[in-house]
Nanobody, 120 residues
């Protein structure tokens, strides 16, 4: 299993950013996928998940501002982040679920992360 995140960077408050997660080494369409984030010195925070059938769910802290999606033909998952706030600053990690409808914390494979900084 290999998960590679991209798309992080510096964004101003209120701005938008789209993260990508390129997956390989497994049958991407058969597994739930998700995103989590971590601020230095704090624990991992679950952000959003998407089942193999495309159903989605979100943490309350990001609901309405973030959209998760997947393109099974490209073995890629996305996280569209709008109306960004300084408290969204974190390292964002892509994760593979243990099965098709896995939810947090049933995610066993992780990418190395991509940094998102929300600042003016």
């Amino acid at each position: 299993v290999q998960l590679v995140e991209s798309g992080g960077g510096l964004v101003q408050p209120g701005g938008s950013l789209r993260l990508s997660c390129a997956a390989s080494g497994f049958t991407f369409s058969s597994y739930a996928m998700g995103w989590a984030r971590q601020v230095p010195g704090k624990g991992l925070e679950w952000v959003s998940g998407i089942y193999s059938d495309g159903s989605t769910y979100y943490a309350d802290s990001v609901k309405g501002r973030i959209t998760i999606s997947r393109d099974n033909a490209k073995n890629t998952m996305y996280l569209q982040m709008n109306s960004q706030k300084p408290e969204d600053t974190a390292e964002y990690y892509c994760a593979k679920g243990e099965y098709d409808s896995a939810e947090w914390p049933d995610f066993g494979s992780w990418g190395k992360g991509t940094q998102v900084t929300v600042s003016s």
